[in-house]
């Protein structure tokens, strides 16, 4: 390998790209730094204009097919773990919905709720819903921009799902989420939710987060949840279930 090779590598660091590593990224950091947390803005309110921002730059482009088609990965999944034709679902973080796209032949008799913090996401989501016929009355979708769900208070659910969500959460939002869901699970619900682990918290390209396995454990007994994981989920993310902990609470949620 030439010396220029060896500097590249060393250069572009595990981020496989100069450009991202020194210009890109610390653009996006000052950005929030400076547009949001000087100002008293949350993460959420950065993230979700971040993600509008992308839909918006990219001008409403149809997303890939094949990217829809892994969501068939998440039905199978939830109908090998017993979802009901009657079962009300969350999806929170659902993105373009291609999940509640994939369960709509499943929850014939049940509903869908979708809630993401961006409203492009979400729009794109029901446009994907409108285009594949399913009728508006089986699904319902909320644009939030804090994770108390206060917009579904009151409600119940049997079972919750957040894919590739709490990978981009600080370690305080995945708190109150954990809160804002246990109050809203049926006493018999499901709590669907995967993780990025590492031995350590780690954070990598401002939204990526890793946490142990140990936290996230903590994180949800903290919430009165108890959680299995489950080694049957084809993804580098590791899948758990949360259940209810017998007669626990999750307590006020705050943020
Ligand atoms: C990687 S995408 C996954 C989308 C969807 N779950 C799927 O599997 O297709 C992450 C989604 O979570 C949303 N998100 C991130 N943080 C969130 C939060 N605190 N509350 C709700 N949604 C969030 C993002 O806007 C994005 O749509």
Redesign the pocket.
């Known amino acids: 390998m030439s010396f220029r090779e060896r500097v590249a590598i060393l250069l572009r660091g595990e981020y496989n790209s100069v450009r991202f590593r020194f210009l890109y990224l610390p653009i996006e950091w000052l950005t929030y730094l400076f547009l949001y947390r000087l100002r008293g803005k949350s993460w959420?309110e950065f993230?979700?204009w971040r993600?509008d921002e992308q839909i918006r730059r990219k001008g409403h482009v149809p997303p890939k097919q094949r990217y829809l088609d892994l969501?068939e990965i998440?039905a199978a999944f939830l109908r090998r773990h017993g979802l009901r034709t009657t079962d009300r679902v969350l999806?929170?973080?659902?993105?373009?919905?291609?999940?509640g796209l994939k369960l709509s032949a499943t929850l014939t008799e049940g509903l869908y709720v979708g809630?993401?913090?961006?409203a492009e996401?979400i729009a794109q989501g029901r446009d994907l819903m409108r285009a594949a016929g399913v009728p508006e009355e089986r699904y319902e979708t909320h644009v939030?921009s804090?994770?108390r769900l206060e917009v579904l208070r009151g409600r119940q659910f049997d079972v919750v799902?957040?894919?590739?969500?709490l990978?981009?959460?600080p370690a305080e939002?995945i708190q109150v989420?954990f809160r804002s869901i246990q109050n809203l699970l049926a006493p018999d619900g499901r709590y669907f939710f995967t993780f990025a682990e590492a031995g350590e918290r780690k954070r990598k390209a401002i939204k990526d987060f890793w946490y142990p396995r140990e936290e996230i454990e903590r994180f949800s007994r903290e919430a009165g949840f108890q959680i299995k994981f489950h080694e049957d989920w084809e993804n580098s993310d590791v899948m758990c279930c949360a259940t209810k902990l017998p007669g626990a609470t999750a307590g006020a949620v705050a943020q």
């Open positions: 959420i993230y979700g993600m969501a998440h999806d929170y973080g659902c993105g373009l919905m291609r999940t809630v993401d913090i961006s996401r939030v804090d994770c799902w957040a894919n590739s969500v990978t981009h959460m939002d989420m």
